[in-house]
């Protein structure tokens, strides 16, 4: 899931640790996160855009 979300993690080094530390969630949530259990939040969603991706789109980036 996710699939342009963790293609853009890759080219630009961020990690799921990353991710999890810009939220304030554990681990084990963002991992299940990406397995869409639950999906992201909108607001997760735009917190991880505006801190990582702010020249790419909500759309592109979580294009299920």
């Given at each position: 899931m996710y699939k342009n979300l963790l293609a853009e993690m890759s080219r630009s080094g961020v990690s799921?640790?990353?991710?999890?530390k810009c939220l304030?969630?554990?681990?084990?949530t963002i991992w299940a996160r990406f397995r869409g259990e639950p999906a992201f939040t909108v607001v997760e969603a735009v917190k991880i855009k505006n801190e990582f991706f702010p020249n790419l789109t909500l759309d592109y980036l979580f294009d299920t």
């Open positions: 799921k640790e990353d991710i999890a304030g969630l554990a681990g084990s």
